[in-house]
């Protein structure tokens, strides 16, 4: 008899973003190892299907309210758990700051309840962060009544369990992945013309310090005179912000948005890209920085999080926070000059395929419905 799973997460494919890729990846390879697989998610924009089939994979989702694409309250996926958890063997719920992995605490039956965190230990906004402080007492239910807990980085783990005292044994590290066989078909082949550094990600000002990518390359074009050009890849509630802040500091013909690319158009963007940067200081992970890692692209990331990990293993340029436009201008021209100062070793074997990944929930998935018990809070 085929594996019930239930992945629910706030939202999913075609929306892009880390947890939205995660769920995506794995669900997928889940469902051709003939694990029957629904992806239970909300669409706060009501333009997508209530249900429809990707890949193998039944997507349902349900409204929702997501006041600046945050928090996702949905009383009708609540209800649809409340009523149906426990006809799947497993719920894997995603995202700490959203509300459908409480949901899926609340929903739980006879059901085993798998928890990836996602977590960044904070809001994205002052405001935000004001709302953690009450939040982290509703969401000890989460935890409480998860079988078991996945970070994606070993930051997270140390966050976690000191944020929520959780024992070690009850969390799991499994990082996020990439599509290897994918990113075989590309090689870091940058263009020949004047430099492009590119951003993927989502437009985020404060949390992703995308104000102050832009403004480096005021700093790098008018003070170092470097000729190069910056591509941002990516949608979220900065997107007018940071039009009005390219048209201020007269960078238009230096400063380009793409909103939307195909998978295809996106590695070939990366691919013939002179340096990939993430200047953001909060992240769980970065897929995005990930795979420009493995297919060659010179990688510059905050020394910050989970991204001091791409740093310490020498798979990426660093540059110290607190981040400033000086700092970044200041590493990508170091790196444009040198770019092999960003990846002295090589990728190989230190970023998982998202093949792995699903191996290893599998496996997951295995031990927890052999267990008789779920393994309580301290």
Request: hydrophobic share 40%; aromatic share 10%.
């Amino acid at each position: 008899m085929k594996m019930r799973i239930a992945q629910v997460c706030p939202t999913y494919y075609p929306h892009i973003g880390g947890v939205e890729t995660h769920v995506k990846e794995i669900s997928e390879r889940l469902a051709r190892k003939n694990f029957d697989v629904d992806v239970l998610t909300t669409d706060p924009f009501k333009k997508l299907p209530k249900e429809e089939i990707i890949n193998n994979i039944m997507v349902k989702r349900f409204r929702s309210w997501a006041p600046n694409e945050a928090y996702y309250f949905s009383r009708e996926l609540r209800k649809c758990l409340m009523k149906n958890s426990d006809s799947y063997d497993v719920v894997h719920a995603h995202s700490y700051h959203a509300f459908p992995a409480l949901y899926a605490a609340q929903a739980k039956n006879r059901n085993k309840l798998v928890f990836t965190l996602h977590y960044l230990g904070r809001g994205q906004t002052f405001f935000r962060n004001l709302l953690h402080i009450p939040y982290r007492f509703i969401a000890q239910k989460m935890f409480k009544l998860s079988d078991k807990v996945i970070c994606v980085s070993n930051y997270e783990k140390n966050l976690v369990t000191k944020n929520f005292r959780l024992k070690g044994e009850r969390i799991l590290i499994i990082p996020n992945g990439v599509n290897q066989d994918e990113l075989s078909n590309y090689m870091w082949t940058p263009s020949p013309s004047r430099p492009r550094i590119t951003y993927s990600g989502r437009l985020e000002r404060y949390q992703k310090n995308l104000d102050k990518l832009i403004q480096s390359f005021k700093i790098l074009v008018r003070e170092y005179h470097v000729d190069a050009e910056l591509v941002i890849i990516g949608n979220g509630t900065y997107e007018k912000g940071m039009k009005r802040l390219i048209e201020r500091l007269g960078l238009q013909r230096r400063v380009t948005l793409k909103r939307w690319l195909l998978r295809r158009q996106y590695l070939e963007e990366l691919a013939s890209s002179s340096a990939f940067v993430m200047p953001s200081e909060h992240e769980c992970y970065c897929i995005s920085a990930a795979e420009a890692i493995v297919l060659g692209v010179p990688t510059i990331v905050a020394n910050s999080t989970a991204l001091s990990e791409f740093v310490e293993s020498g798979l990426a340029f660093g540059i110290d926070i607190p981040i400033t436009p000086e700092k970044i201008a200041g590493a990508v021209r170091k790196v444009l000059i040198t770019p092999e100062i960003s990846r002295t070793r090589s990728s190989r074997g230190r970023i998982l395929s998202w093949d792995n990944v699903a191996d290893r929930l599998e496996r997951l998935y295995s031990e927890v419905l052999s267990s008789y018990e779920s393994i309580g809070v301290p």
